[in-house]
């Protein structure tokens, strides 16, 4: 899959499923965001997940109120 084909399959999510990511699928995908370049060259990043789900219900009005932010296992 070539970077076109890659950014015209990305789609907003809807709904979460209610599963809990694998921790080693969650620690790859955050060792890909360290590694991602940035203009700055500010890498690695610093990346904080937030899993606990009362911290997870206070932040969902910096969402816009959107549920997936508390109805995902982690964000």
């Known amino acids: ?11 907003a999510t809807k709904k979460m499923n209610g599963d809990k990511i694998p921790q080693d699928k969650l ?15 500010l890498t690695p990043y610093h990346v904080i997940v937030v899993e606990d ?8 009005g910096a969402c816009y109120g959107q549920t997936q932010l508390v109805d995902s296992s982690a964000v």
């Open 1 to 11: 899959m070539n970077l076109i084909e890659s950014s015209q399959w990305r789609y």
């Open 27 to 41: 620690e790859r995908i955050l060792q890909t965001t360290r590694l991602a370049p940035s203009s700055y060259g």
């Open 53 to 60: 789900q009362e911290t997870k219900q206070q932040l969902m």
